[in-house]
């Protein structure tokens, strides 16, 4: 793929009016602009994919958001849009597509590959993943006594665990009663223990995720749920049973001992943190069924067409990434809340770092050189309203400008209908209250300045198709952030030192007699491990796993 030029960031006309425009806007108040124009919401929300997104409470004119979108124009974010759905090489440090968008593709459209379709294969793999959360989900996929499956376990980390694991929640009220999922990401062998003290042998799949296949968290767990099964007394042949594998990386697979018929397949123009679309979906299916899988994929499709097709000025994805920017990168704001009023999108928070931290925490341009500008900022949060008996005092009060997006649901899953009142009225009055403050001359600590930009969205339910149309929504934001900053979204080698580190570390920890060339204080560190870890602890009464 031949790269547009595009021209330095700083160095863009549409930049250098952004920011003479900031020093003629920051004098003002977001409630300000709502008292000069009494039917601003009107003008600054938008509808698309089933979502309504009021970013009303920003502080951002007309012109701003013209000026924005000629800095998008500017560093091409139009064409590599467009070479991002046509499948070109845009993840250029691993030299391959990006095409988590043609795993939703609904129609019978062609995605060529490197010359082939890529459709017929992913409807393949979906039939096969059909065929299999049915069998599982009525009882005839069995466990190797006979008895049906109980529990399903995802073994993954990264993409292989927090996109599954926090559509599992999400959705919770459309899963299947008599299955319980579980979800083992971390190496810490806590983790795994807890899940199989909970679990019966006899009637749980485990689910091993690993794009890859070498991710050490992930086989470590999934050696000891193996070597679990056969120590339950469970025969050599059960393990086919029990394990399925979802993997790009099919000799890996069987070279752990999982048969390739059980293994779901996907490909490496998906990124992990982009897989939740593909097999790797393979726990949302069991969990919901495939035709809510389908839904969700659905939705995705929605907000997918509708980025692709709508113009800058009326693109969700764009506007979001937009004014994301403005306070990054011209009001130096270092972090970004997401507070969702709703306590099934608890694990959305922490899927959101991975997404976005992973993708733009970046300081190389695509071109190799150093940024000289600020790029993804630090992705926090917790559903409301804990958050406000928390960390919102800092919000209101702290020195720190941190945007915020409120996500709420109209219709909640439940029929205590007072408690949605309680809560969508929390949710309103916070973002009101971060917008106009409340002044208090002779009360500093009374003070709120107010002044403090969000984004409210609305969802009628959360429901698979409008959770696929959230999660697409924030992909694509984070996709024109990167491609504005002019860094490459879809790689993440900033975790491969650590991994490196730990591998010698791990040899030195088991080797006691070795010699340590850290520096002192890793020296110091292993040397504390290795001294103390066979010690009696202090306290007498802990379990053992
Ligand atoms: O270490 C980071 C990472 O590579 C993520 O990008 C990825 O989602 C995760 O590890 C897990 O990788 P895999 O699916 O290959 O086990």
Known sequence: MSKPTVPELTQSPAWRALAAHRTRVAHGSISELFADDPDRVAHFSLEAAG???????????????????????????????????????????????????????????????????????????????????DAVREGTWRGYTGRAITDVVNIGIGGSDLGPRMVCEALKPYAHEALTMHFVSNVDGADIAEVLRSVDPETTLFVVASKTFTTRETLVNAQTARAWLLASGAPETAVAKHFVAVSTHAEAVAAFGIDTDNMFEFWDWVGGRYSLWSAIGLPIALAIGMDGFEAMLGGAHAMDRHFFEAPLAHNLPVLLALI????????????????????????????????????????????????????GPVIWGEPGTNGQHAFFQLLHQGTALI??????????????????????????????????GSPAANEPHRNFDG???????????????????????????????????????????????????????????????????????????????????????????HRVN
């Open 451 to 541: 002044n403090r930009p969000t984004n409210t969205i609305c969802l009628d339910k959360l429901d698979p198709a409008s959770l696929g149309a959230l999660l697409a929504l924030y992909e694509h934001k984070v996709f024109v952030q990167g491609t504005i900053w002019n860094i490459n979204s879809f790689d993440q080698w900033g975790v491969e030192l650590g991994k490196r580190l730990a591998v010698t570390i791990e040899g030195e920890v088991a080797q006691p007699g070795s010699e340590l060339a850290h520096d002192g204080s890793t020296n110091g560190l292993i040397g504390r491990f290795r001294e103390r870890r066979k010690q009696p602890a202090a306290s007498a009464n």
């Open 403 to 436: 945007p915020a997006d409120f996500i709420v649901c109209m219709q909640p899953h439940h029929a205590l209908d007072a408690h949605h009142e309680i809560l969508l009225a929390n949710c309103f009055a916070q973002s009101e209250a971060l917008m106009n």
């Open 324 to 375: 994301g920017i403005w306070h990054i990168n011209f009001f130096g704001a270092t972090s970004h809340l997401i507070a969702p009023y709703d306590r099934y999108l608890h694990r959305l928070p922490a899927y959101l770092q991975q997404l976005d931290m992973e993708s733009n925490g970046k300081s190389v341009t695509l071109e190799g050189e150093r940024v000289d500008y600020a790029t």
């Open 51 to 133: 979502l309504y997104v009021d970013y009303s409470k920003n502080l951002v004119t007309a012109e701003t958001l013209e000026l924005l979108c000629a800095l998008a124009r500017d560093m091409g974010v139009e064409e590599r849009r467009r070479a991002m759905f046509a499948g070109e090489r845009i993840n250029t440090t691993e030299n391959r597509p990006v095409l988590h968008v043609a795993l939703r593709e609904r129609s019978a459209m062609p995605i060529p590959v490197d010359g082939k379709d890529v459709v017929p294969e992913v409807s393949a793999v979906l039939e096969k993943m059909r065929r299999f959360t």
